[in-house]
Every structure is written in structure tokens, then in C-alpha cells.
């Protein structure tokens, strides 16, 4: 199996922490409502999601912040219609357009503290995606996400789980087509609170990701993370750590790394949200040992009420699905400027840049000596109706440039979102 991409309103460092994917990367800004079954995902990480409900985003921590809700369960429905002018990234000449219509229902179960998620609490989501495609028939899908995360605190000690499936037929970044495949991840975490400054962390996670061609190649990585954390100031907590780790790849040897960590946190409580988690990565390959910094940092700054700015760099390490024997170093940048524009309506923009570097793992094997940048941009505009009742348009451009010119692509999309809760 392949690698995946390592509620009153939630922090940064609390969306990062409560991630399922494998520490370091996690998600830098929350993504665009791009649904999981389309062609491609604007942030080359995983597939987004769809419009979600208020407080379904509980088991979606990649979508952004926990809505604080007094329900229990939350029942939603979106429809959506999009042209897309190149549904399989085709490079230049290639391209195939379509008209694509997605059916997206989803229930979310809620107890407990799912807000601050500081106390005891239990989440759990189910999202089927549906699409339809006019010209392209036989790209119909049907795709899943399924989620859980569980908590319960005893005193001053912690211990909760949470994982996540996916079935997905969008297409990708690396491989330039639609692709169907199976991510699953899972992890088991803790935290010790030794006094009201000074704490213990300590995790272990599992990521895959299964791709039903066989032709393109699976792995699995296990990962375990643990941290001593310091109370600074009032606002910014300090943590120094390391992780270990092994990642198995079909056809390939397995890979061992450790990295040395130090985490700088900032709590929710001005303007300003901010965690920097980064070091060094130590990896030993059948190509030999390799170093490579790795770092993810987000931001988050909401100078007035009506205005939010995300922002994030990162840096790791993952496993090619297409290239055999080679690993991916993917480094990049994304940020989302979303303003309120009187009390119903509100303009967003996204925009972010990846550079993906491939390198040999296997002794005897030469680099492809692959180099990509991506680049996307994604205007739009949301309406809310009434509470619970809401629609977004957008348009999308998604470019790569890759010294493979097979792998480059150029695609527009423009869209019609409809959601409301029952």
C-alpha cells in the first residue's frame, strides 16, 4: 500500500495535532470545498471535501475549524455542477472536457466536547460522493469518507484514537489521470500533564494508500512521535521531540527514518494563530542515507471579524505511486484570504505553489531526475441563505510544469455549489 500525504472555532495547532496523517506535513491551510470524487485536488495532499454542514467538519480537521453545535447528529445533502476542460490533466493538445454533477449526503455524530477537543469526546462522519459525468460515462464513481476520533480524559492524563477511510477516483498531482485508489490511516495518541506548564506526548500512526492499478505502486509507513511540551508564556507553548519510523514500498526495500523535532505553538486567544513544527529527517534507502529538512508551519490571522487569512509552508517526504524506487520531496506553499461582504455573502481566494523533487531508493538506480511545479489559484463566492441553507460558485485553474512532459497539464473549472442541513 501506498503512502498518504503526511469547534467554537478550533486552532491551528489543535487541526495539526488532531490530524490522522503521519506527523510533519498534515494540512497547512484549510482547502476549497472541492468535492473528494473530482477530477483533482486543488492542494496536491489528498482530495477536499465537500460543502460541509455546520459542525460535520469534526471529523474533517483538513476542511478547517470544528463548528461548536448543540446537536447531536447532523444530516446534510450538497449538489453540485462543474465544466472542466481537461478531466484527465492531459497535457497540451490531449485535453478531454466534461460536465460533471456530484451528489454528496452526509451524517455526522457528535458527544462531548467536540468543540475545544480538551476534554472527552466521541466524532464520527460518513460521506458518500457520487458523480456524474455527461460525456464520460464510464468515469461515473461512487466514492467514500469515513471517519472517527475518540478522546477521553482521565485527570491529567489523555488518551484518544482516530483514523479515517477513503475510497477515491480523482485525479492527481504526480500521476496526471484519474485514479482510483483506497487511503486509510489510523493513530493512537496521549498526553501527560505534569503540571499546569510541562506535559508529555506521545503517538503512533499508521497511513496507506492502495491504488486498484496495478501498475502503480503501493506502501504502508508507521510512524511513532513523541514530545515534551513547556509552557513559555501564557500564549505560546514550546515542545522538542523526535519521531521513528519505517515506510514499505511494493517492489521496493523498506525505509527506515527518525527525525528530530522542536514544535512552536501559539493558543487561539488574539488575533494571530501560528504552529511551527519542524527539523531534520534522517532516512536510510537502498540508494544509502539521505538528510532532508522537513517543516510544516501555519498561520492564521484574523485582523477583524469579518476577515480571515491562513497561510503555510511545508516540506517532507513520501513515497512515488508512479515512478518505481524513487522517493518525492514535496515542498510548497498555500494561502486562503476569505472576507465577509455584508452579513449573507463571502469572497474567498486561494492560492498556493508545490515543487516536487524525485530521488532514487534503490542502490544501482538512477534518479528520473523528475521535477514538477504546481501552481493553483481558486476564487469564490458563498451565500448563506439561512442557517443551513447555502451556495458557493468558483472557478479554478490548476497548472504543472514538470521536466517530464508527459506529466504536464493546464486545467480550468468553474462551479455551482447547493448544501443544506436536516
Given at each position: ?62 476542511v478547517?475549524a ?17 465544466y ?19 451528489l ?17 469526546y ?9 458523480s ?38 480523482g485525479?492527481t498531482v504526480?500521476?496526471?489521470d484519474?485514479?482510483?485508489r ?23 500512526a ?13 506502501s ?14 501564557g500564549?505560546?507553548?514550546l515542545?522538542?521531540g ?41 532516512r536510510?534507502t ?10 510544516n ?5 484574523r485582523?477583524?471579524?469579518?476577515t480571515?487569512i491562513?497561510a ?13 524506487n ?6 510548497g ?5 476569505q ?30 531526475g ?51 442541513d436536516?
Open positions: 500500500m501506498a503512502t498518504s500525504s503526511v469547534g467554537a472555532s478550533q486552532s491551528v495547532a489543535q487541526r495539526l495535532s488532531d490530524t490522522t496523517s503521519v506527523p510533519i506535513r498534515g494540512e497547512y491551510v484549510p482547502p476549497s470545498a472541492a468535492p473528494v470524487s473530482l477530477t483533482t485536488e486543488l492542494f496536491p495532499s489528498e482530495a477536499g471535501a465537500p460543502l460541509l454542514p455546520d459542525g460535520a467538519e469534526a471529523m474533517t480537521p483538513e478547517g470544528i463548528i461548536a453545535t448543540n446537536r447531536r447528529w447532523t444530516f446534510s445533502m450538497e449538489a453540485r455542477s462543474i472542466d476542460d481537461n478531466i484527465f490533466l492531459g497535457t497540451e493538445g490531449t485535453e478531454q472536457d466534461d460536465v460533471v454533477f456530484l454528496t449526503p452526509s451524517v455526522t455524530y457528535r458527544r462531548g466536547d467536540t468543540a475545544a477537543r480538551r476534554e472527552s466521541l466524532a464520527a462522519s460518513y460521506s458518500p460522493s457520487a456524474f459525468f455527461v460525456d464520460h460515462s464510464g468515469e461515473n464513481s461512487l466514492d467514500h469518507s469515513v471517519r472517527l476520533d475518540a478522546q477521553k480524559r482521565f485527570g491529567n492524563f489523555t488518551v484518544g484514537v482516530d483514523g479515517r477511510y477513503q475510497r477515491l477516483s485525479a504526480e500521476l496526471s484519474r485514479v482510483d483506497d487511503e486509510a490511516g489510523a493513530r493512537v495518541r496521549s498526553r501527560y500533564e505534569f503540571s499546569g506548564r510541562t506535559s508529555l506526548e506521545v503517538s503512533a499508521w497511513n496507506a494508500v492502495d491504488y486498484r492499478d496495478t501498475e502503480l505502486i503501493d504502508d509507513e508507521w510512524v511513532a512521535e513523541s514530545f515534551v511540551g513547556y509552557q513559555a508564556t500564549r505560546t507553548r515542545a522538542v523526535g519521531a521513528i519510523g519505517v515506510m514499505d514500498v511494493d517492489g521496493g526495500s523498506s525505509q527506515d527514518f527518525t527525525r528530530g523535532l522542536l514544535r512552536v505553538t501559539t493558543e487561539a486567544t488574539g488575533k494571530l494563530t501560528l504552529e511551527a513544527k519542524g527539523g531534520v529527517e534522517f536510510n537502498g540508494a544509502g542515507s539521505q538528510t532532508t529538512p522537513v517543516f508551519v501555519t498561520a492564521e490571522y485582523p477583524t471579524a469579518r480571515a491562513g503555510g509552508l511545508y516540506s517532507d517526504v513520501t513515497a512515488s505511486g508512479s515512478l518505481s524513487e522517493n518525492v520531496i514535496r515542498t506553499a498555500a494561502m486562503r484570504v472576507q465577509k461582504l455584508g452579513s449573507r455573502l463571502t469572497a474567498a481566494i486561494e492560492a498556493g505553489y508545490e515543487q516536487l523533487s524525485y530521488e532514487s531508493s534503490e542502490a544501482g538506480v538512477p534518479d528520473s523528475r521535477e514538477d511545479e504546481y501552481f493553483f489559484v481558486r476564487p469564490s463566492l458563498r451565500y448563506e441563505f439561512t442557517e443551513g441553507r447555502r451556495a458557493e460558485i468558483y472557478y479554478s485553474l490548476r497548472k504543472d510544469d514538470s521536466s517530464d512532459n508527459e506529466f504536464d497539464f493546464e486545467a480550468n473549472q468553474t462551479g455551482l455549489a447547493l448544501a443544506f436536516f
